[in-house]
């Protein structure tokens, strides 16, 4: 498939407080595949319902406060 991924995080209610998810492009193909980070259940990263990765070997560390919100450090 010529086509990116999608991944969608859990809802951050399940999560634990500080728990912290890292994504990463580790073939390198971010570019002409991009990785789209999604949210569910009203929950944001940052304020956006995505994050997309699409430089070659991007990555994101996000972290969760265990109850309705993701944020990127």
């Known amino acids: 498939a010529n086509s990116g991924i999608d991944i969608t995080m859990p809802t951050a209610a399940s ?18 595949k991009p990785i789209t980070v999604l949210t569910q259940g009203g ?3 940052d304020g956006q319902n995505t994050v997309v990765l699409e430089s070659p070997f991007a990555a994101v560390q996000i972290y969760c406060d265990g109850a309705t ?4 450090y």
């Open 15 to 32: 999560m634990r407080n500080g728990q912290t998810v890292i994504i990463k492009d580790e073939g390198g193909q971010a570019q002409t």
């Open 69 to 72: 919100k993701y944020f990127i």
């Open 43 to 45: 929950n944001q990263i």
